[in-house]
């Protein structure tokens, strides 16, 4: 069964413009988070999403927003792109998102802001 | 201080050795544990899942979970070159939509 599908894969933008990620998630799961990877930070929480709504909220600013749509497919839009936002960005996907259910990465996409 | 808790290493083991891996975290409402391993330039890959207290094996892996005293381990038996990667564990959070991850450990196997 296909994993996660993460596009692109690689990206580098200029100070000051807007990006937007995309995540498929595995074929029948409804819940789709999304992390960014530092090596400073680690992995840190963005947001998750689940048949379309927002549930939870990490401690970013208003500049990273996400949506999912009807088909569970998820993006994310980050405005305004500083340089220390550079990072691998990750996508998650699970069944219902809760504990108690396993969560399945997908490659992630690395943004280079220059 | 961060709620996970994960020595980076790096962590050297020459290939056939038993490598243990080890988290700790402060908040006692996390109740279900993940093991990720990490290649390099590549996304987590799900090893373990695991829920209280305990022992889960599979093949060389084997996690376990002391929740007594907020610790978990990864251990690997018959280290393989293949196993060099960063393993970094991974727990819900109380409000359940979240992933708390530790920093992750470097771990090198050398033939």
């Known amino acids: 069964k296909a994993g996660v599908t993460q596009t692109p894969r690689y990206l580098i933008k200029t100070r000051g413009q807007q990006v937007t990620l995309s995540c498929s998630p595995i074929?029948?799961?409804?819940?789709v988070s999304w992390y960014q990877q530092t090596p400073g930070q680690g992995l840190q929480f963005l947001f998750e999403y689940f048949s379309e709504t927002q549930r939870n909220k990490g401690n970013f600013p208003g500049r990273f927003s996400g949506r999912q749509f009807s088909n569970s497919r998820s993006e994310m839009n980050v405005s305004t792109l500083e340089l220390g936002d550079s990072a691998l960005y990750l996508c998650a996907s699970s069944l219902v998102g809760t504990q108690g259910t396993e969560a399945f990465f997908g490659q992630g996409t690395r943004l280079t802001v220059v | 201080q961060k709620e996970v808790e994960q020595d980076p290493g790096p962590l050297s083991v020459p290939e056939g050795a038993i490598v243990s891996l080890n988290c700790t975290y402060s908040?006692?409402?996390?109740?279900?544990f993940m093991w990720y391993r990490q290649y390099s330039r590549k996304g987590p890959e799900l090893l373990m899942y695991?829920?209280?207290?305990g022992n889960k094996e599979d093949g060389r892996f084997t996690a376990q979970v002391d929740k007594s005293s907020k610790y978990i381990s990864l251990f690997i038996r018959d280290s393989q070159p293949s196993d060099s990667a960063t393993y970094l564990c991974?727990?819900?959070?109380?409000?359940?939509?979240?992933?708390?991850f530790g920093k992750g450990t470097s771990l090198l196997v050398t033939p």
């Open positions: 908040n006692s409402a996390f109740q279900y």
């Open positions: 695991t829920y209280s207290s």
């Open positions: 074929s029948g799961h409804r819940s």
């Open positions: 991974a727990m819900f959070s109380n409000s359940g939509y979240a992933l708390n």
